[in-house]
C-alpha cells in the first residue's frame, strides 16, 4: 500500500529555536498534504491543509507564522514550527491523500 | 456540532475473542475511517467507507447510515491488535483531511 514517511520521528529542541519536520509521500505523488497536531490523550486535530505549489490553508486558531508550511514538490511537504515554545511539545502528524487518505507515522517534538 | 462518539474508551480482552469497537457520528457524513495507532504513536489507516462493510484479515468494518453509527470488529483477537483504535467522520463540506476524530478506544488484548 501506500507509505508516507516522516523525518525525524522524535526531536527535542530548546525553546527558541525552529523545528522542521518533513512529510514523505515514498511511492505516490500527493497534490495535497495534512498535517495535525495530537496532544497527550486528546484526538487529532488538523491544523492545516498543503497544497503543492500554493500557500497552505490553515484551520481557525492556527498561527501560520509560527508553523510554516511548504510544499515543494508532489512528494514532499515541510513543516517548521518556528520559535518554539514548551506548549508546542506535540505529536504532529501528516497525510497525504491518493484516493485513501495516507498517514505518516508521526513526529513527537518535546521542547524544553 | 459535528462530533464523533466511541465506545468503549478502554478495552480489555484475553486472546482469541471477538471484539467490536463502537462509533456513532452526527448527520451528513461522506466517509468514516478506522485507524489504528500504536503505543510509539505512528497510525496506519485501516479502512475508509461510506457503504456497508469491508473486510481486510481479521478485521471487519461496517456502516449503518440510517442509524449513523459504525463498528469495527477483530475476530481471534491477538496481543499483538493492542493499540488504540479510532474512527474519524469526513462531514458533508469539509475537505479531504478535515477528518473529526473520535477520542479513540484503548484495546489491550492478553495473552
Known amino acids: 500500500g501506500a507509505v508516507v514517511s516522516q523525518h525525524p520521528s522524535w526531536v527535542i529542541c530548546k525553546s527558541g529555536t525552529s523545528v522542521k519536520i518533513e512529510c514523505r509521500s515514498l511511492d505516490f505523488q500527493a497534490t495535497t498534504m495534512f498535517w495535525y497536531r495530537q496532544f497527550p490523550k486528546q484526538s487529532l486535530m488538523l491544523m492545516a491543509t498543503?497544497?503543492?505549489?500554493?500557500?497552505?490553508?490553515?484551520e481557525q486558531g492556527v498561527e501560520k507564522d509560527k508553523f510554516l508550511i511548504n510544499h515543494a514538490s508532489l512528494t514532499l511537504s515541510t513543516l517548521t514550527v518556528t520559535s518554539a515554545h514548551p506548549e508546542d511539545s506535540s505529536f504532529y502528524i501528516c497525510?497525504?491523500?491518493?484516493?485513501?487518505?495516507?498517514f505518516g507515522p508521526g513526529t513527537r517534538l518535546t521542547v524544553t | 456540532k459535528n462530533e464523533v462518539e466511541q465506545s468503549p474508551q478502554n478495552l480489555t480482552a484475553q486472546e482469541g475473542e471477538f471484539i467490536t469497537i463502537n462509533c456513532s457520528y452526527s448527520?451528513?457524513?461522506?466517509?468514516l475511517h478506522w485507524l489504528q495507532q500504536h503505543p510509539g504513536g505512528g497510525i496506519v489507516s485501516l479502512f475508509m467507507l461510506s457503504s456497508g462493510k469491508k473486510k481486510h484479515g481479521r478485521l471487519i468494518a461496517t456502516i449503518n447510515i440510517q442509524e449513523k453509527h459504525s463498528s469495527l470488529h477483530i475476530t481471534a483477537s491477538h496481543p499483538r491488535d493492542s493499540a488504540v483504535y479510532i474512527c474519524a467522520a469526513r462531514y458533508y463540506g469539509g475537505s479531504q483531511g478535515n477528518l473529526i476524530f473520535g477520542k479513540g478506544t484503548k484495546l489491550s488484548v492478553k495473552p
Open positions: 497525510s497525504a491523500t491518493r484516493v485513501e487518505q495516507y
Open positions: 448527520v451528513g457524513i461522506s466517509a
Open positions: 498543503s497544497n503543492e505549489g500554493s500557500k497552505a490553508t490553515y
